[in-house]
């Protein structure tokens, strides 16, 4: 720090040093470029660091975090972000439970699940506000709405049992109805195959995409409008992180909505730029594009357009806990105000 010194100056003399430096600050202040107040969430605020655990691979199903990173945002906030891929065997709430990560992404219900046994998360964010997780058939299997299930042969993944008895339920059918079959988490063959007629679950923007380029036409019937509507893709983090760190999820939340605004523009640049970061391999560039021009839909709502992306609605979440406790997959009815908030995205939308 400069240590001050006595000026030696007259009064006159230092009062007119004083006029010529405001003149000179004022005048630098309306040059181009310069900075008049400082934009909020600029290198201004206090620099921080957060580590996001992803629920899966960094596809163009994470682009919006890709382009936060590759255009700036995240700086722009003064953050250094970690962002770790998921994958098979990894679950971001007992990672972020656990303290391995400030942010989690996971769908709404697991969310739920977690609170009801006492496990201090809560959402801030989501990025899909439909859930793609659908139902996938072979278009010559029979099936045109989802009760056509009956007597089918239904390939089911190894975390979907629950969510599947919930479907089945909904469409007034059992397990007898239907011939399950397991299914591995990433498996497509057998559908392909015709060696089941149903898969479940599949992402809508990605399964039935890479179906369709091998030449099966499929129908994809969404949970979300088959009375399982969810919010998934759901930013969270524990109890004490949105407490402590509050004020960095919420630059956090401000710069990733900027990278999915500019990664929803172009959705075949998005697949250029997932493929060129060298962060996954084999990628097929055409898929990718697919996908991410897909998941644009799923990801806009009426409440987005008024409000910006990532929105929660608390009425979802209210469906959506009353659907998990009934099946007996949440140990209790979890309210909406216990799991998730738009506190963040209140603050990240008026600053």
């Known amino acids: 720090m400069t240590r001050r010194t006595r000026s030696h100056l007259p009064a006159l003399a230092r009062l007119g040093a004083l006029v010529l430096l405001a003149v000179l600050a004022a005048a630098c202040s309306m040059m181009p470029g310069a900075g008049g107040a400082a934009k909020p969430g600029a290198a201004s605020a206090p ?12 596809n163009v199903e994470h682009a919006g975090l890709l382009f936060a990173e590759k255009e700036g945002y995240y700086k722009e906030e003064n953050l250094e972000v970690e962002i770790v891929a998921g994958g098979t065997g990894i679950d971001p709430v007992q990672v972020v439970a656990a303290g391995g990560a400030d942010v989690g992404v996971s769908s709404s219900s697991s969310l739920i699940n977690a609170r009801s046994q006492s496990v201090p998360v ?20 029979g099936v045109k709405q989802l009760s056509d299930i009956r007597g089918k042969k239904i390939g089911v993944k190894p975390t979907a049992r629950p969510l599947f008895n919930i479907i089945l339920t909904k ?16 498996d497509i063959t057998p559908l392909a195959d015709k060696r089941i007629d149903c898969l479940f679950t599949t992402f809508a923007v990605n399964e039935p995409v890479a179906l369709r380029q091998q030449g099966v036409d499929v129908l994809v019937m969404l949970n979300h409008d088959n009375g399982l509507p969810e919010q998934t893709n759901a930013y969270f983090a524990s109890d004490k992180t949105l407490t402590e760190k509050a004020d960095l999820l919420v630059r956090w939340t401000r710069a990733t909505q900027k990278g999915w605004q500019k990664a929803l523009a172009d959705p075949s640049a998005t697949a250029k730029a997932v493929l060129t970061s060298g962060l996954v391999d084999n990628l097929d560039e055409k898929q990718q594009a697919e996908q991410a021009r897909l998941q644009t839909d799923l990801m ?15 009425a979802v979440w209210e469906v959506n806990a009353k659907n998990v406790f009934e099946q007996g997959v949440a140990g209790r009815l979890v309210a909406p105000n216990e799991v998730m908030t738009t506190e963040l995205l209140d603050k990240a939308r008026k600053s």
Do not use: M
């Open 300 to 314: 806009k709502s009426p409440a987005t357009t008024d409000k910006g992306l990532l929105w929660l609605d608390s």
């Open 47 to 58: 620099p921080g660091k957060l580590k996001v655990q992803l629920n899966f691979i960094r």
């Open 171 to 186: 469409i007034g059918l059992t397990a007898d109805d239907v011939e399950i079959v397991p299914n591995s988490q990433t």
């Open 122 to 141: 809560k959402s801030f964010a989501a990025q899909f506000q439909k859930s793609p997780v659908a139902t996938t058939c072979r278009a010559d299997s």
